[in-house]
């Protein structure tokens, strides 16, 4: 059966297709972001806004977590930082008469690019859906049972007098807002069926507010973003160095030998980290890039700080291994093996003195087989031996890695294979060397130190509990996938988001958005509007809050935020714009409020002076989470402070074994049955996450659409496929439900053999909720068998 694409809004999706680019950046990129920031914020905010980014008395970007070097250029240009800073710096506005002329069931059928267009939340707005109404049909043909309640509350709150017709946000006061909030929450059977979702824009300070609210309410229900983005990551390195962070600082790029970038794609999603790879190439160092596309920012970077740049710019790939999806836990084996095998190329003192488990680990690398490695790679003999040359010519190992080994089944086993990798040449610790996992949200890294986490470590609790005097609950909460499914079985019923798009974000979407119906309350913590404000509890709040770039001021005094950036670098943001409208509350104070509405009297916790003052939220951090002593001292420092880090700093290894595990896990990758595809689901140059900037995607050669699918032409010629065709994905799962996302484009791209790849999160509906990683269980997004069938004809 062929179908349309969901027919959104006004953008067509009717993408046309150039080869991709070789080159990332330069004057193209400088054009492109004056544009868009020109379209959202006009001229002057334009200056006012990317001149303070990422400067010593600036506000923190608002893109990645990639830190800032200590020489900073005047504006460290950064096309898709401008292009986040432009979205939130927009001139845009979503009042209470658009929500009156734009009733949900219209919202509900728009694409989250048009949404998103709509710029910046201005008031407070509250939905009452009627009792057993779909609020909102249900876009892009999903089943057809989105509104199912209890059945037993809603509806009965006794102050539907306001003309809720159930298909219009209403403006709502915030002290009415809360009280609503209130009043659902403490109607709970037990504080574990509240959801409190956390997006890794958040800051420390309302990081620590919201994991503190939610424990003293009685839960540890905290689930975050970095439970599909770096959870398996954190699961590897606890286990095998003791600590969930990377170990290299920036500098230590700049010193490496070797530094291997698998799975990332910087030059979309961490542009900045191409003058770093810049700086170390100058200094000697060689470059692997491992990646199933052969990515622009990779290959050369043009960097537009520099006049060389603005022309030919620099390659920066020494080698480039275009291996399969799921093939680098048998890659990593197979060097490990390799290198074994080589005399004098183990670090036998580091061995010895730092690590455990070295017989077991070096039993199963010895019995690494090069046929199997070549098929689950799809790499020639001479590729591995190539990189093997590399590798043992380094004194200096770095490995940079982001979603394509956090998002597979077997990716905790394959961050450890990248740890055994290093820890057999001691390339953790010394200067040069380690892990960098390159995280994502520009504070995702941060919101996990302070204490969001559904399984927290139980020294944590107990400094929280001493400083505080609660009792927090020791039982673990639920992560994202445990959310949905506790909302879609009726255990969880009030969900609670500081930021993102829980609904756009997370797998399953057909089921994710029936989940989160079933919800009695839903409330976002928002800047812009997106999908998930439209599939909504029975009652639902959207409540509009400062964003990086806007002023903050409480009590009369300027506030600064403070966040922690992929290194471990925490170091304050100041916005400095006046807010995009007068009733929006900062973060914390929303935090704040929320917690004195629901606790009432009863807390002894001071969320006022809190409010008051951000410094007074600081120094209880100073007292809990270790590392922060002195917190506002150090923060004044331009250019924040470094926080301790075992094995970076003195190769302590806080494991169980007091040593650095290296771990022996059978090696697995992907299985393919015959005519079928391995579909990764990975961003466009021009998206932030669920945020939609534009439909092109420059580097790849798309422009104007986003629903097409990279297939490699060999492969596409044998499923019959011709470039231009359209053809729906379908996505095969051991419970044998079809889940089909309509009307792709197909492209003939250059990506591994047996390999596609199309955009998040116009996928999203093609990975099963239950097919996640082991151990971190997060979403295996980037390996999803999929059957291709014939859609018809183009939109
Ligand atoms: N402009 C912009 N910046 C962003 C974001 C954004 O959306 N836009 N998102 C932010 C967030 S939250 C995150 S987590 C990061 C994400 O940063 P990335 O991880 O770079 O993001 P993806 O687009 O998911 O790209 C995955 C990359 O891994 C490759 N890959 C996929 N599967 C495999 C595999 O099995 N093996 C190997 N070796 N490679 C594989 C893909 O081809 C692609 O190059 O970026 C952050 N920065
Ligand atoms: N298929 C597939 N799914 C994926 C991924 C993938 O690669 N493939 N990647 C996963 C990853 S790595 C991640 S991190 C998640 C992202 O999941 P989320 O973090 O939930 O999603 P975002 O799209 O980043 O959230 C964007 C929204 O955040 C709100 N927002 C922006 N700035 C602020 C702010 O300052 N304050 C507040 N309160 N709100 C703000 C805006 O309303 C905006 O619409 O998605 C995951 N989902
Ligand atoms: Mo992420």
Redesign the pocket.
Known sequence: MASKPPAGDPVQDAPQVRPPKRAAAGIPAIAHTLRIAHQQMGIGRTARTLLKVNQKDGFDCP??AWPEGDHRHTAEFCE?GAKAVAEEATLRRVTPEFFAAHPVSDLADRSGYWLGQQGRITQPMLLERAAGTAAGSLSGGSPPHGARHDGDRHDDSGHDDSGHDGDHYRPVSWERAFAIIAEELTALDSPDEALFYTS?RTSNETAFLLQLFAREFGTNNLPD?SNM?HESSGSALNETIGIGKGSVFLEDLHQADLIIV?????G???PRMLSALEQAKKAGAKIIS????P?AGLERFKNPQTPRGLSKGAALNDLFLQ?R????QALFRLLNRLILETPGAVDEAFVRDHTHGYEEFTAAARAADWDETLTATGLERADIEQALTLVLASQRTIVCW????TQ?KHSVQTIREVVNFLLLRGNIGRPGAGVCPVR??SNVQGDRTMGIFERPAPAFLDALDKEFGITSPRHHGYDVVRSIEALRDGRAKVFIAMGGNFVAATPDTHVTEAAMRRARLTVHVSTKLNRSHVVTGTRALILPTLGRTDKDIQAGVRQIVTVEDSMGMVHASRGNLPPASPHLLSEPAIVARLARAVLGPGSATPWEEFEKDYANIRDRIARVVPGFEDFNARVAHPGGFALPHGPRDERRFPTATGKANFTAAPVEFPYLPEGRLLL?T??SHD???TTIYGLDDRYRGIKGGRRVVLVNAQDAAGLGLADGSYADLISEWKDGVERRAPGFRVVHYPTARGCA?AYYPETNVLVPLGATADSSNTPAS?SVVVRFEPAGRAP
């Open positions: 893109g990645c898709n890794g973003c983005c698998a799975g990332q794609n910087p979309t999603n961490h491992v990646n199933p596309l990515e291996i999806l799921g093939g680098d982001a979603m394509g080994l597979h994502g949200h990764q990975l961003r998206q932030y996450n790849a980037k």
